[in-house]
């Protein structure tokens, strides 16, 4: 069955340390990960996309980590900042039906990050 | 380049009530989505549109949901009756690759309606 679970479920932390979140994934066959960053009250906003060949991808304080093998990605966000508080998403592509990939979502981390 | 927008932002209704839900994509993207989310999960997709035909809506409630995408462009989303489980954010999202291409289309998403169903 395709899967995508992430870990932890929520986590706080303190303004300016560094967090890692997970993502692992059982989707088959696999074609990108996405990890997407939802505000409160607000749709889902794209931070990174890695495809198979790609095992890291940085968007400012952002960093992605894709292990294709283990089939497991990280989401490590250095220095972090009060705006950084969301909920963060892991997404799969793949897991063709029909002759169609799928967007497989997990069910998001939810970061909190404290003055 | 305007955003994908979704109109209303919140509604509230009672059970057995029927309600719909509009979405203007991004101008020019062929590909269009409605999700359910439930608080503390991760979007589902209800349906996806490839300009004006379905491309996939498998977990689709047909009994009483419905969307149409008329002209290929906005899309509107209804559920008659609603039921308390309704209740949700329904997230519209479109792109201008669908996922033929390997799902590597950028998924741009409105901001969500918020249905309270009591």
């Known amino acids: 069955k395709n899967q995508v679970e992430q870990s932890p479920q929520s986590l706080i932390i303190l303004e300016g340390k560094n967090c890692t979140l997970q993502c692992n994934y059982t989707v088959s066959p696999f074609s990108n990960l996405r990890w997407y960053k939802q505000d409160t009250g607000r749709g889902p906003v794209s931070l990174t996309i890695?495809?198979?060949?790609?095992n890291t991808k940085s968007n400012g304080r952002y960093t992605a980590t894709l292990d294709a093998d283990t089939k497991q990605s990280s989401l490590h966000i250095t220095a972090s900042q009060l705006s950084d508080s969301a909920s963060y998403i892991c997404v799969v592509s793949g897991g063709i039906t029909s002759g169609t990939y799928k967007y497989i979502f997990g069910t998001g981390t939810r970061l909190k990050v404290l003055a | 380049e305007a955003g994908v927008a979704q109109s209303p932002r919140y509604k509230i209704i009672e059970k057995r009530q029927s309600v719909a839900f509009w979405c203007n994509p991004i101008s020019g993207h062929a590909t269009l989505y409605w999700y359910q989310q439930i608080l503390g999960q991760g979007p589902k997709l209800l349906i996806q549109f490839q300009n004006n035909g379905v491309v996939d809506d498998s977990q689709l409630p047909k009994d009483r949901f419905s969307a149409e995408r008329l002209k290929g462009v906005d899309s509107t989303l209804k559920i008659q009756p609603a039921k308390l489980e309704d209740s949700a954010v329904y997230l519209c999202a479109s792109s201008s690759r669908g996922l033929a291409g390997g799902g590597l289309g950028e998924q741009y998403f409105g901001p969500g309606t918020r249905l309270t169903v009591t």
């Open positions: 890695m495809t198979f060949s790609e």
